[in-house]
């Protein structure tokens, strides 16, 4: 059974900074990684997919990275803005055509 | 290109009802996923139609159920409504399973009383 966690649960930074939020899954046999945000009572927004074959995909500031081989994903904000706040989940979708997702880590950056 | 809707917006219920939710995809989009969110589960799945048919079913009593039609809009019937089925339900749709990307809908807010 797949399964997805994100560390850390919650993060907050000071405007500016660059971070690094991670995501790993114990199943490799994957489809693609895929990272959303989601703001408080909304739906989710997807960021960026990363096919199976892949190693990272970028997108503005964001640039995320997948490492099938071991299991994990990271995505990282460049120079993070008060907007960034959100919670962001992971989710792999794998070839059994079932999608996991983590539980997500809450955001706060201070202005 | 209009994204993934979802009616109602808001839903409250009493214990023992049902409730039917929908959802309509992006256009051209043919898979279609439910899921269930929950602030202490998570996001859960629940099932995915592709082309009419139930592809994939999470671990939800058969209390849950859905369909998708020709046009590729969905919908998912909840029997005899639990306290505990309070929660956000999301669709998502895709081109395809697999290697497409999935497009959210804002999500509809069931609260049962």
């Known amino acids: 059974k797949q399964e997805v966690t994100q560390i850390p649960a919650a993060l907050s930074v000071p405007e500016g900074e660059n971070l690094v939020l991670n995501c790993s899954f114990t199943?490799?046999?994957?489809?693609?990684l895929q990272w959303f945000r989601q703001d408080p009572g909304k739906g989710l927004t997807s960021l960026l997919l990363i096919q199976s074959s892949q190693r990272e995909q970028t997108s503005g500031r964001l640039n995320a990275s997948l490492d099938k081989s071991s299991g994990r994903s990271t995505l990282y904000i460049a120079a993070s803005q008060p907007g960034d706040s959100a919670t962001y989940l992971c989710?792999?979708?794998?070839?059994?055509?079932?999608?996991?997702f983590g539980d997500g880590t809450t955001l706060t950056v201070k202005p | 290109k209009a994204g993934v809707t979802q009616t109602p917006r808001y839903l409250i219920k009493t214990r023992g009802q049902q409730v039917t939710l929908s959802c309509s995809p992006i256009?051209?989009?043919?898979?279609v996923s439910w899921y269930q969110q929950t602030p202490g589960q998570g996001l859960q799945f629940l099932f995915e139609?592709?082309?009419?048919?139930?592809?994939n079913k999470g671990n939800f009593p058969g209390r849950f159920s859905g369909r998708q039609f020709s046009n590729s809009r969905s919908e998912m019937n909840v029997s005899t409504l639990e306290l505990g089925d309070s929660a956000l339900y999301l669709c998502a749709s895709s081109l395809d399973r697999g290697v497409h990307e999935q497009y959210f809908g804002p999500g509809t807010r069931l609260t049962v009383t």
């Open positions: 199943d490799s046999a994957i489809y693609n």
């Open positions: 139609y592709f082309s009419e048919t139930q592809r």
């Open positions: 989710a792999v979708h794998t070839n059994a055509g079932k999608s996991t």
């Open positions: 256009s051209g989009h043919r898979s």
